[in-house]
């Protein structure tokens, strides 16, 4: 997975699943949060200059799944579930 560093004291990271065709941002409270996103996409967060506020734009129009919703591998990228809000 390509991990692109978000530089933010809320975001610690995202990584991108190209089989699932998804964004996996990792938060700095522990939560992860899966966002549906094209490879595109993703390729502009990681060309943007200042990818938090790239990442807060592409992030606002779309629907989050908890990681708990998602496969093991995802869950464990953490070591735990997390909680819906």
Known sequence: ??????ESKQIGYVEYDAERSCM???FATGEIRVYPVSREEYAV????S???DCFV???????ARH?????????AA???RNERD
């Open 67 to 75: 990681a708990a919703d998602m496969p093991p591998y995802v869950r």
């Open 57 to 63: 734009r592409m992030t606002s129009r779309l629907t």
């Open 50 to 52: 200042n990818k938090y």
């Open 78 to 80: 953490n070591g735990s």
């Open 45 to 48: 967060l990681g060309a943007a």
């Open 1 to 6: 997975m390509n991990v692109i560093p978000i």
């Open 24 to 26: 996996i941002a990792h």
